[in-house]
Nanobody, 124 residues
């Protein structure tokens, strides 16, 4: 059974960096395209970033483009989300997701597995 576990969230002041990680167990990471989504209280889940199965292609939501970087290490079965220049509006629960296609990675429905999420709170 595939399981995703996020880590690295926390409470930080605006302007600093934070790195989230997502470990996959139960199957090889190389089989999956991976994505990060976030959800703030009272808001819909928002696409943050995604990376193709090979790692050759990455995609970002407009609100994080230029500040966040997604990467993967298939040998470690882990992906990371480097978040720089954090803003209070980045506050949300961040979840990673795994899907078996490299298409339409900004869409929630293409992902088959989801983690429980990790809270990121950015204070002003």
């Amino acid at each position: 059974q595939v399981r995703l576990v996020e880590s690295g969230g926390g409470l930080v002041p605006a302007g600093v960096s934070l790195r989230l990680s997502c470990a996959i167990t139960g199957h090889s990471l190389s089989s999956y395209a991976m994505g990060w989504f976030r959800q703030a209280p009272g808001k819909e889940r928002e696409f943050v970033a995604a990376i193709s199965r090979s790692g050759a292609r990455t995609y970002y939501g407009d609100s994080v483009k230029g500040r966040f970087t997604i990467s993967r290490d298939n040998a470690l079965n882990m992906i990371n989300l480097q978040m720089d220049s954090l803003k209070p509006e980045d506050t949300a629960v961040y979840s990673c997701a795994a899907g078996s296609t490299d298409l339409y990675l900004s869409r929630r429905e293409v992902y088959d597995y989801w983690g429980q999420g990790t809270q990121v709170t950015v204070s002003s």
